[in-house]
């Protein structure tokens, strides 16, 4: 599978964004999908994880109740819909596709196997 993140930039606190993540190669509908972010001078961290199977929704706490993802599967897409946007929020975003994906362990990176170049989001104050 391959992995495409796109819809990154500049964007005032308080707005919103929507990330895309294009797959090709593979269809994603048999892949767990997730959004993670590292921002300058820090870890890779958990955003959020959309299961394949009944398509659960998982978040990381920093972004819970302001970021949504979801799939598009006509397009083999995921998407992440940032809103109300904080400069904490600036990192590169990367999404990434696994399979079998267990619950307790979503944040953990060694569950995805494949992953997109990342896109970068700038929240200014």
């Known amino acids: 599978v391959q992995l495409q993140a796109s819809g990154g930039g500049l964007v005032q606190a308080g707005g919103s964004v929507r990330l895309s993540c294009a797959a090709s190669?593979?269809?994603?509908?048999?892949?767990?999908m997730g959004w993670f972010r590292q921002a300058p001078g820090k870890e890779r961290e958990f955003v959020a994880t959309?299961?394949?199977?009944?398509?659960?929704?998982y978040y990381g706490n920093s972004v819970r109740g302001r970021f949504t993802i979801s799939r598009d599967g006509a397009k083999n897409t995921v998407l992440l819909q940032m809103n109300s946007l904080k400069p904490e929020d600036t990192a590169v975003y990367y999404c990434?596709?696994?399979?079998?994906?267990?619950?307790?362990?979503?944040?953990?990176?060694?569950?995805?196997?494949?992953w997109g170049q990342g896109t970068l989001v700038t929240v200014s104050s």
């Open positions: 990434a596709a696994g399979a079998g994906l267990i619950t307790s362990s979503l944040s953990d990176e060694r569950q995805y196997a494949y």
């Open positions: 190669g593979r269809s994603i509908s048999g892949y767990g």
């Open positions: 959309i299961k394949r199977a009944g398509s659960s929704t």
